[in-house]
């Protein structure tokens, strides 16, 4: 049985986060009595600080943006999958005191589509193109050959596209948002948008759309997903990648698998429910 240690979730805001729920319901699940899973108010000029306060006690945090890229230079090494978006939302650290960095979110999106039978697509369209875009297409590059449609409102935005593109080695057409309508007919949508930005496509959703993964958990269903289910097309959801993602973490830090991925996704339930 694993020592009693601690981990937590790091960022500013981060009041609503599901992670402790998720990590917790574990941790019992798991029978890892005495460990502790937190929440941290962090903001990057003060990380540097939180760092030097772990002790040996640490098996790991989960960080949220923008943290994900500023703890880069306070770990030991991160992985591969960490590297091809420079963001790391998951810490390990180990009883050497080696702290090493971690990207569930990708590996994370792809076994959320899996989870669904969505294994491969031949195309797939991007609504957005902030820090959750780049991690969909890290994922898209494992399931889909063909091209990404990455719909963007600012010059800035698909220039930044077109770098992740380039990097991630992933064929990538740039649209401009006005034409965000278009999306909706691929064979896999991915919305990484904030709430409400997509609420006018609802209207657009064609009568037998195929695959959307709404990023979003809270609030659930957008109109988006709400007319895309309506209509009977697949939608994953939000809370489906925070769960997938946090097992992974789980598993990372305890050292234990599988994690209880049906257990943490009714505990992610009941907490949306009762807000």
Aim: aromatic share 6%; net charge negative; glycine share 8%.
């Amino acid at each position: 049985m694993a020592a009693p240690r601690r981990a937590a979730v790091l960022g500013s805001p981060i009041a609503h986060s599901l992670s402790p729920v998720l990590h917790r319901e574990a941790y019992r699940e798991l029978g890892l009595s005495g460990w502790m899973y937190d929440r941290f108010e962090v903001d990057e000029a003060a990380l540097p600080g939180f760092f030097e306060t772990l002790g040996a006690e640490w098996a790991g945090l989960s960080l949220t943006m923008p943290l994900k890229r500023a703890v880069i230079p306070l770990l030991d090494g991160i992985s591969e999958t960490a590297a091809s978006v420079d963001a790391v939302n998951t810490v390990v650290c180990a009883p050497d005191g080696r702290r090493t960095g971690d990207n569930t979110d990708i590996p994370g999106m792809v076994a959320a589509l899996r989870e669904h039978g969505i294994d491969k697509v031949e195309a797939a369209a991007v609504l957005g193109a902030g820090a959750t875009a780049s991690s969909a297409l890290a994922a898209l590059a494992r399931i889909c050959p063909g091209e990404i449609a990455v719909y963007v409102r600012s010059e800035a935005r698909a220039a930044e596209m077109r770098q992740w593109a380039e990097r991630l080695e992933v064929p990538v057409r740039i649209a401009d948002w006005a034409d965000a309508a278009q999306a909706l007919r691929a064979p896999l949508v991915i919305s990484t948008t904030p709430a409400g930005v997509t609420d006018a496509l609802a209207r657009s959703v064609p009568e037998r759309p195929a695959a959307l993964f709404d990023v979003l958990y809270d609030p659930w269903p957008t109109d988006l997903a709400a007319r895309w289910s309506a209509y009977g097309g697949a939608v994953v959801s939000g809370l489906d990648l925070l769960v997938h993602q946090a097992v992974l973490q789980v598993e990372q830090m305890t050292g234990l698998a599988p994690a209880p991925l049906d257990a943490m996704r009714k505990a992610g339930e009941r907490a949306l429910a009762a807000r």
